[in-house]
């Protein structure tokens, strides 16, 4: 496998890793010579490399507009490092849920359904006729149904910390909302800030070009006119 020495660390890496200090936005290259001033345009670092300055250049970037960096803002940098996107680690932290979480979501789900209300509701009404009109009354839990109020008592009293736990998991699950509401569009204005200003890069870059290419025409022309005014002067 092809290799080059990086001219900033000095070390081996794979070829396709080589990235010209043409190619890195002045921004990001000011970083890296003001770490390394005997850093050129001309020279060569790894990817590696460049993706370490990048995401210390949006550190100070996030610092200069927030302040103090926090953990959420952490993980937008090293989304961006990384190439991952935020659903892809909003899935990863789904998977690491406990079991309870688990459990919590479940029946949430299932208590704040028309299921449940139409399966109970079909529980009460068999539990009733059952008693009054197939064993009328004699055996089993007669009218006033002192055995159903029990297990209705019952229900009640485990329901209230049901409940809790389930609004606990709900604002839970808004605040992982608004949190991966922040990130995105935090990531988002980080990475608009970034093609802006490679936008701007390119242009000045092309600008450049154009003026290069200008200042040939124009020496080009001049060199005509010098011949074809010396022809005439023969």
């Given amino acids: 496998m092809k290799t080059f020495v990086s001219d900033l660390s000095k070390k081996e890496f ?4 080589r990235v010209s200090g043409k190619s890195i936005r002045p921004s990001i290259l000011q970083l890296i010579q003001n770490e390394h001033p005997d850093f050129t345009d001309q020279q060569f670092i790894s990817l590696s490399e460049l993706y370490s300055y990048r995401e210390k250049y949006i550190e100070l970037f996030m610092k200069k507009q927030v302040g103090k960096i926090s953990k959420l803002e952490k993980k937008v940098l090293a989304s ?17 849920l406990t079991f309870g979480q688990r459990v ?6 299932f208590g704040g359904s028309w299921t449940f209300i139409l399966s109970f509701m079909s529980f009460l009404l068999i539990w009733i006729c059952l008693n009054v009109f197939w064993l009328a009354n004699r055996t089993f839990d007669p009218y006033p149904f002192i ?7 019952t229900l009640a009293a485990f329901q209230a910390p049901i409940i809790m736990m389930s609004q606990n998991r709900q604002e839970d699950k808004d605040r992982e909302r608004a949190q991966k509401d922040y990130m995105v569009n935090l990531k988002a204005e980080l990475e608009i800030e970034m093609l802006q ?8 870059n092309e600008q450049q070009e154009l003026l290069d290419i200008h200042k040939t025409q124009l020496d080009i022309l001049s060199e005509i006119l010098k011949k074809v005014e010396n022809i005439e002067k023969q």
């Fill in 147 to 153: 055995l159903l109020n029990l297990i209705l008592s």
């Fill in 104 to 109: 919590a979501d479940r029946i949430a789900d």
């Fill in 14 to 17: 794979p070829i396709k890793e």
């Fill in 80 to 96: 961006l490092t990384e190439k991952k996107t935020i659903s892809e680690e909003e899935q990863d932290n789904k998977s690491s």
């Fill in 197 to 204: 200003e490679k936008v701007d890069h390119l242009v000045i």
